[in-house]
T-cell receptor, first 115, second 116 residues
Framework: AQTVTQSQPEMSVQEAETVTLSCTYD???????LFWYKQPPSRQMILVIR??????QNATENRFSVNFQKAAKSFSLKISDSQLGDTAMYFC????????????FGQGTELSVKP | DTGVSQNPRHKITKRGQNVTFRCDPI?????LYWYRQTLGQGPEFLTY????????KSRLLSDRFSAERPKGSFSTLEIQRTEQGDSAMYLC??????????????FGSGTQLSVL
């Protein structure tokens, strides 16, 4: 069975600084995708960044980047120049290529950006 | 593009009552998903549809739960004989199914169910 683990329930960062959120996952499959989703206090979940496991290059979306270590099954999210609007729950998620729509989410990390 | 719409936003019911939630996906999306989220946890997969066909149901989904997507557009999730353990946020999401978009789900704001 596939699992996703986020070991940091809460984190905080000062505005304009950099923060890294950790995620590990477990699978015996090779063809999968990893994601970070953000859930602000308004509740609507939003996709932040997506990584295809067969791509060695780490994905980047503006201030958000990942460090994907396939052998270690690690997938961390780095947020640079943190903004107040980054305050949210962040969920790491995983999907197998052949698993239809079944995203598996971690427990989440609550990030607070402080002014 | 009006996004994924869920109604109602909040539902309070008494134990034993039936409840039904509605989800309107993004119009061009062929896949629709239901997830359940309890406080402090990540969403858990319940079921998903491709057009009107229900392709997978989680083992978490007891016989009291049923979902439909009759014309491949909106979907309903019904819970019969609600129990206090059903209290949760029910999230709907939709997507286009294609390799470049695998896992790119667009979520609604959810329906918060409280069973008294």
């Amino acid at each position: 069975a596939q699992t996703v683990t986020q070991s940091q329930p809460e984190m905080s960062v000062q505005e304009a600084e950099t923060v890294t959120l950790s995620c590990t996952y477990d699978t015996s499959e090779n063809n999968y995708y990893l994601f970070w989703y953000k859930q602000p206090p308004s509740r609507q979940m939003i996709l932040v960044i997506r990584q295809e496991a067969y791509k060695q290059q780490n994905a980047t979306e503006n201030r958000f980047s990942v460090n994907f270590q396939k052998a270690a099954k690690s997938f961390s999210l780095k947020i640079s120049d943190s903004q107040l609007g980054d305050t949210a729950m962040y969920f790491c998620a995983f999907i197998l290529y052949n698993q239809g729509g079944k995203l598996i989410f971690g427990q989440g990390t609550e990030l607070s950006v402080k002014p | 593009d009006t996004g994924v719409s869920q109604n109602p936003r909040h539902k309070i019911t008494k134990r034993g009552q039936n409840v039904t939630f509605r989800c309107d996906p993004i119009s061009e999306h062929n896949r629709l998903y239901w997830y359940r989220q309890t406080l402090g946890q990540g969403p858990e997969f319940l079921t998903y549809f491709q057009n009107e066909a229900q392709l997978e149901k989680s083992r978490l989904l007891s016989d009291r739960f049923s979902a439909e997507r009759p014309k491949g557009s909106f979907s309903t999730l019904e819970i019969q004989r609600t129990e206090q353990g059903d209290s949760a946020m029910y999230l709907c999401a939709s997507s286009v199914w294609d390799r470049p978009t695998i896992g790119k789900l667009f979520f609604g704001s959810g329906t918060q169910l409280s069973v008294l």
